[in-house]
């Protein structure tokens, strides 16, 4: 592309003035929503301003509207709270505190405002805007402003991004900062559980959620609580004998602790609060248990964001900036939204009048329809809950046995899905096997029944508590075709990376000499690489990538006292490009060089140029993330070299190689969550097609859809069948030939400030939608 051509396309937004506020209650991740826009605001030409202390800041003006340059946002994308504050403001929900904050926006030249915060700070966005023009009439009126000057600033443009730890907000699969808040639960029940098991103690745990109970949901799913309370679902009359009926029988089985989580808003049938208190002294005084209430409260909002926070907010960010870049006259106010993997616009207030009737139907004791409209991944995670958490053994035994193993690395998640799996089977009726060290287990017979409680307490464990190998199936095809004849085992559960794909690939094109191998097959994904065919996500990739993400966060701050440094940081991964770029989009790294985007040393020199004169400003560190097999031959060595040759005299340079520390410790609640559904999913079809191929007391399977890998495809659970993946995969490289993570790099160069041309940006399209579409297709 032509230099004045790129030029053209670099300064789209010229003249444009956009401000980026934060509002209402804070959430991590806002941090790196502020810096994406001001990046992407000032990238594409225009000027960005900061407006301090939200809409507060608004309408006292002055000192609380700064310019931002590119500087002005470095180094906080893995900072918690909001650099640039956030209160409530009574003043600007009157006409004349509107009337001031429009004042100060005309001062600056402002008729762009992001707003980052939750519906109500929305709502008052889109109040703001439909004011706007009788706003400038008064000004002019009361000789504030000119009629020139309304002219010039006679229409303002709005985009929301949802800011929200409560995950409350239709239209979006994900809230900024709904994750992290689940890192820190999360990090607060694995430390209680210790405590717990120690003194044989219940734990009453109160989550934030006055209206909406994902955070207790999803923390309840993925830490196995005993118990829940959600506002949206109030307990059955007579729950205090359910709920310790249920705590005295795990307690008679064995286990020396139970877990109860409750939202702040949980209430019974009549509309009545159920406390933490109450639900503590209920199970001293019927089942003499020792019991502890823990309040998460503030907690919650606190520490860094997570991975996912700082993607989804910086995806968001840059969304919103060419939102308003695309806004006319006839543009309504939109909210930039997650689904899928993808960016959305949707008609902000469309979004926030769904929202407002979830809470109507929970008013009106419309309980069931306020599951539903939270949205298909709020009643997935109930309804699966449900299942294992109050579901007992089956009375009668099924015809079926299935066995679950572990192939390839250990990836954190491997052990939910396990556990889930297995008590699924069991509810099924089935006999249910584990097997040790994956294939080369199944060929030397380690093979075991399992019991319900023998996978107690697998849901926060790291690695594989199977074992697990990286054997292929033909190097001993025989002995595994032996111990599946003679276990009767007709479906089987592989729980792993690329060889798992690859070694149920080899099982079913073994079919026709083997008619032992003609059974039901699935595979779940499970690697850091996030490299199988047939799935957005492998189990443990989120975990790789937090587990990364927060070694660079060290690795950055190592340097704050040094002067001008780089780090070139080596990530695991094979010839996958996956954890280095996510990673990298999270750290805010300066490149990340990954097979899959291929580079010259005329790009390597290039970089060092543009780190170079980045050390030249105020900014005097530099992060380059490199994975593994990026390259035969610019290994992480040559890079070294090549940094420190180059940058002799400007900057010095460090070697990071991160290792196996990215296969994780505990598993992120997104793949302790993520691996007990695929897990119940994988069974519970396992189970249907079983019963299909059933003839005459014996199963026989040998289609092609009876060997499936299960797989999250956008917002969908997909089986695909490994013949059919086995056209669309590099063998060579172990990947699949089309991954959607690749669009991602786009962001990551942009936001590092390198001349990208915005006509490769795909931006989202702006949906008009049905309240149908807003809640029932949100998530998985």
Known sequence: MAAAELERLRMAGAGMAIAVLTSGGDAQGMNAAVRAVTRMGIYVGAKVFLIYEGYEGLVEGGDNIKQANWLSVSNIIQLGGTVIGSARCKAFTTRAGRLRAARNLVEHGITNLCVIGGDGSLTGADIFRSEWGGLLEELVRDGQISEEVARENCRLNIVGLVG????????????????????????VIDAITTTAQSHQRTFVLEVMGRHCGYLALVSGLASGADWLFIPESPPEDGWEDLMCERLGETRSRGSRLNIIIIAEGAIDRSGKPISSNYVKDLVVQRLGFDTRVTVLGHVQRGGTPSAFDRVLSS???????????????????????????????????????????????????????????????????????????????????????????????????????????????????????????????????????????????????????????????????EKIVENVRKFNIQGLLVIGGFEAYEGVLQLVEARGQYEELCIIMCV?????????????????????????????????????GTKRRVFIVETMGGYCGYLSTVTGIAVGADAAYVYEDPFTIHDLKANVEHLTDKMKTDIQRGLVLRNEKC????????????????????????????????????????????GTKLGVKA??????????????????????????????????????????????????????????????????????????????????????????????????
């Open 683 to 780: 069974v519970l079809w396992m189970s249907e097609k079983l019963q299909e191929v059933y003839r005459k007391g014996r199963v026989f399977a040998n289609s092609g859809d009876s060997a499936c890998v299960i797989g999250l495809r956008k917002k969908v659970v997909a089986f695909s069948p490994v013949t059919e993946l086995k056209k669309v995969t590099d063998f060579e490289h172990r990947l699949p030939q089309e991954q959607w993570w690749l669009n991602l790099r786009l962001m990551l160069k942009m936001l590092a400030n390198y001349q990208i041309s915005l006509t490769e940006y795909i931006s989202g399209k702006m949906e008009h939608v049905t309240r149908r579409t807003l809640s029932i297709e949100k998530g998985f």
């Open 524 to 560: 779940i994904p499970a690697t850091i690489s996030n490299n199988v065919p047939g799935t957005d996500f492998s189990l443990g990739s989120d975990t790789a990538v937090n587990a990364a993400m927060e070694s660079c966060d060290r690795i950055k701050q190592s340097a704050s």
């Open 164 to 187: 929200s730890i409560d995950n409350d907000f239709c239209g979006t699969d994900m809230t900024i900062g709904t994750d992290s808040a689940l890192h820190r639960i999360m990090e």
């Open 315 to 477: 995806k968001m960010g840059m969304e919103a900036v060419m939102a308003l870049l695309e806004a006319t006259p006839d543009t309504p106010a939109c909210v930039v939204s997650l689904s899928g993997n993808q960016s959305v616009r949707l008609p902000l207030m469309e979004c926030v009048q769904v929202t407002k009737d979830v809470q109507k139907a929970m008013d009106e004791k419309r309980f069931e329809e306020a599951i539903q409209l939270r949205g298909r991944s709020f009643e997935n995670n109930w309804n699966i809950y449900k299942l294992l958490a109050h579901q007992k053994p089956a009375q009668e035994k099924s015809p079926f046995s299935m066995a679950i193993l572990n192939v390839g690395a250990p990836a954190a998640g491997m052990n939910a899905a396990v556990r889930s799996a297995v008590r699924i089977g069991i509810c099924q009726g089935h006999t249910v096997y584990v097997v040790s060290d994956g294939f080369e287990g199944l060929s030397k017979g380690q093979i075991r029944e399992v019991g319900w409680h023998d996978v107690a307490g697998w849901l926060g464990r790291g690695g594989s508590m199977l074992g697990t190998k990286r054997t292929l199936p033909k190097t001993c095809m």
């Open 631 to 674: 390259h035969e031959h610019y290994t992480t060595e040559f890079l070294y070299n090549l940094y420190s040759s180059e940058g002799k005299g400007i900057f010095d340079c460090r070697i990071n190689v991160l290792g196996h520390l990215q296969q994780g410790g505990a598993p992120t609640p997104f793949d302790r969550n993520y």
